[in-house]
């Protein structure tokens, strides 16, 4: 989405009025400190002490709270509380957040506000407490809330109905009142999301996750098993048929899909290199989708705002989340997408050019014509650095678990080892120092190491730089004694290609994540420098400053954005790939095989072709194939 419409959006969005009808719960969580623990005098058993209590909104509540982080002019709570102090917690709450509170009824008798109390001693989760799980819905209460909707409906431009519970509002007979009101009103957007009814609110829009479409189509799935690509779009299909009214099927990372009488639309997931947390991720998206369609705009659009939202949540940690507006301006103005999922971890459907080992993932346009060629430096150049990985983890492992380090159980130290391989997955190819720094998230959030005794981003780089320089001098010195050739260091015909290039005339571009002295150093010592006349980028120590995509800008400020097409991107990180994507131009994977310099590392092709890899090469080793490909002749 373009940053100017993006704006137009998140504007036009504080302007709207709607009302969420369903089950609002009441998030609990109560932390239990043992340490002044005794015993009752009255049961003879230890006490529970709770030093401290946090509530938050959940249900229908965490959607209408989205809703308010989006800056929704009007937002109007329809529900059923107890009389009970839960209850009037809730409404305090819900006040505050700055939404409107005067149809949330109470039901005296046979109703208890749902409350899911989480009980934590340390870092773990005791068995929770809930409420609510024996209502009962009278007559009288469900007739009252459906005549104040339909009484607030009228000004509404958008009205979501939340399912969350059995023991809910959604008895039978309310369902029967709320389908009558969605009839009542056809020029009204109603969407539902519904855990166990979805079938019932015809006339209403639908959102839902994956595992529920397939399901709702009879296809069988065990917890947590992979919903195929060809499952969703089947599903969507037969699900659309049956409802005839607009459908949106989240599917975590892969994205969206969105089906109205056009067609089905597939909305891109986002690339996220930070830990993730996607508790509350399908109430983002369906805020974002709901006030976006509130506004007036399509259905993609709206699939598009809901992935922003949710975008943004998935990064707040052991919390439910919401989104500001300048949140989602920052993540979807430039975002960062995956692409062709399924291809990218399933191997079995590559199709490859003219029986060779060049995998094609898009087609490239028929009248091509390369003038610029930019080349990441470590592992798609040379391999002075492999195996950084090796030096990188341990040295994390040892920030996070601070004193801990030798004393940690084998669980725990699985645990972080777990997470700092997962960070190091997802931030290969950006620069050092933001690998730092996403660390230093990773290190509060295990809370091992006091804030004082915290090194800052530089800190932990000059750590992890002076282990890492130790191997790579190592190897330069045998190098210098002939002990290893330049064959040795570098991916296989990684050079010849180079120079073939440079010959032909193509302008010849260095990047790489690594201090800039430090690529400029090993270039020069592997024999390449020359060929790219002075065009080589590194790191300057500045974070937010990322190499590559100043290589990129420059370019194009030099060339103009017209010309963007002429340039082609060789590297095996997903940045470079990525901003490449981006801006128009083309792009090849190189995911080779460091160890061995040669040949297919099927992690890398799966991060390569997410980032938005045109081809994926294993190495340079069959260059006609792809200068023929690439048309330079």
């Known amino acids: 989405m373009k940053p100017e419409f993006l704006k137009e959006v998140l504007g036009k969005i504080t302007t709207v009025n709607i009302a969420i009808v369903g089950d609002y719960c009441l998030d609990a969580y109560w932390f239990v400190d043992k340490s002044k623990s005794e015993i009752s005098i009255e049961t003879g058993k230890p006490t529970e002490p709770v030093r401290r ?43 505050q957040t700055g939404i409107n509170t005067r149809n949330m009824l109470i039901q005296d008798k046979e109703w208890a506000t749902h409350v899911y109390i989480k009980p934590y001693v340390g870092e773990n989760e005791q068995n929770r407490i809930d409420f609510g799980n024996f209502n009962n819905l009278s007559y009288e209460t469900a007739d009252r809330l459906i005549k104040n909707l339909q009484k607030e409906t009228i000004e509404a431009d958008l009205i ?13 007979y309310f369902r029967q009142k709320l389908v009558e009101t969605i009839n009542q009103f056809p020029e009204k957007i109603f969407i539902a999301d519904s855990r166990n009814y979805t079938d019932y609110y015809r006339g209403a829009y639908r959102k839902m996750n994956d595992s529920e479409a397939v399901r709702l189509c009879e296809i069988q799935k065990e917890p947590g098993e992979i919903v195929s690509y060809q499952e969703v ?20 990372s892969r994205g969206s899909v969105v089906t109205d009488d056009k067609g089905i639309s597939e909305i891109a997931g986002l690339m996220i290199i930070s830990r993730t947390d996607t508790v509350g991720a ?16 399509s259905l993609e659009t709206a699939g598009e705002m809901g992935t922003f939202a949710a975008g943004v949540t998935v990064q707040k940690l052991f919390q439910t989340g919401t989104a500001s507006p300048e949140e989602v301006f920052r993540i979807g103005s430039d975002a960062d997408y995956v692409f062709h999922p399924e291809l990218a971890e399933d191997i079995r459907h590559a199709e490859y050019h003219e029986k060779s080992e060049i995998e094609i993932i898009t087609k490239w346009l028929p ?97 992890y730089n002076n282990d890492l320089m130790e191997m790579v001098r190592k190897r330069e010195e045998k190098l210098r ?33 690594t201090d800039e002295a430090d690529v400029k150093h090993e270039a020069a010592v592997l024999g390449y420098d020359s060929l790219f006349e002075g065009r080589i980028s590194g790191a300057t120590g500045n974070i937010n400053a990322e190499a ?39 792009t090849a994977g190189v995911a080779t095989n460091e160890l061995r310099r040669y040949g297919l590392n099927h992690a890398k092709r799966t991060r390569l072709i997410k980032a938005g890899a045109d081809i994926i090469v294993p190495d340079f080793s069959q260059p006609e194939k792809l200068l023929a490909l690439l048309k330079i002749r």
């Open 233 to 252: 779009i089947y599903a969507a299909e037969r699900l659309y048929e049956r409802y005839r009214q607009p459908l949106f099927i989240t599917r975590g």
């Open 160 to 172: 979501i109905i939340n399912q969350q519970v059995l023991s809910g509002i959604h008895t039978e």
């Open 548 to 586: 590559k995509k100043l290589v990129l800008d420059s370019i194009l400020d030099s060339i103009g954005e017209i010309e963007a097409a002429s340039i082609v991107t060789f590297g095996d990180g997903p940045v470079e790939i990525r901003e490449t994507h981006k801006r128009g131009g083309t």
């Open 481 to 513: 004694n002939r002990e290893l050739m330049v064959e040795d260091l570098t991916i296989k015909n990684a050079i010849p290609f180079l120079k073939t290039l440079h010959d032909k005339g193509i302008r010849l571009y260095l990047t790489s994540g």
């Open 282 to 297: 399908g109430d983002s998206y369906l805020a974002g989708a709901a006030a976006a369609l509130a506004a007036g705009y």
């Open 53 to 95: 209590q946090k509530y938050s909104l959940g249900g229908a509540g965490n959607v209408a709270n989205n809703l308010a982080a989006l800056e929704i002019k009007e937002i109007k709570a329809f529900g059923v509380i107890g009389n009970d102090p839960f209850g009037a917690e809730m409404i305090s709450i819900m006040n």
């Open 367 to 463: 009248d091509l014509r390369i003038k610029y060629a930019i080349f990441d430096n470590d592992g798609t150049v040379s391999t002075l650095r492999e195996g950084w990985e090796q030096i990188m983890a341990p040295m994390m492992i040892k920030a996070v678990l601070g004193e801990k380090y030798q004393e940690a159980d084998e669980s725990l130290y699985n645990k972080v080892k777990s997470a700092v391989y997962e960070l190091i997955d997802k931030t290969t190819g950006i620069q050092t120092l933001k690998q730092m720094r996403i660390l230093l998230g990773l290190i509060r959030d295990f809370g091992f190491v006091p804030e004082e005794k915290m090194l800052d981003e530089f800190g932990y780089k000059e750590i």
